[in-house]
Nanobody, 123 residues
Framework: QVQLVESGGGLVQAGGSLRLSCAAS????????MGWFRQAPGKEREFVAA????????YYTDSVKGRFTISRDNAKNTVYLQMNSLKPEDTAVYYC????????????????WGQGTQVTVSA
């Protein structure tokens, strides 16, 4: 069982930055690939970014490439999402998720989920 707790969300103006954190309870955190997803009101949950268990491979959805950076610190059991140049369309609840070893862009392939953190970007 893995428990995930997101933090770092908030209200920011367009062009600003936020850093989301996701703390995991698993002693074997380094065995898990981690993903960030988001869900805006009235929309389906969508993939944002993911990182391999080792941290040496990452993947981003096109709309955040060059603006967002996913990273992890296995010693701290934490994954991060640095979000720069934020846009109003980035407004959503952001979730972190975990699955074994290899990341996926599909939400249904992740076994564990956090409760989410709200990110609101004002124009």
């Amino acid at each position: 069982q893995v428990q995930l707790v997101e933090s770092g969300g908030g209200l920011v103006q367009a062009g600003g930055s936020l850093r989301l954190s996701c703390a995991a309870s698993a002693r074997t955190f380094s065995s898990y690939a981690m993903g960030w997803f988001r869900q805006a009101p009235g929309k389906e949950r969508e993939f944002v970014a993911a990182i391999r268990w080792s941290g040496d491979s990452t993947y981003y959805t096109d709309s955040v490439k060059g603006r967002f950076t996913i990273s992890r610190d296995n010693a701290k059991n934490t994954v991060y999402l640095q979000m720069n140049s934020l846009k109003p369309e980035d407004t959503a609840v952001y979730y972190c998720a975990a699955r074994m070893l290899v990341y996926s862009v599909y939400a249904h392939e992740y076994l564990y989920w956090g409760q989410g953190t709200q990110v609101t970007v004002s124009a």
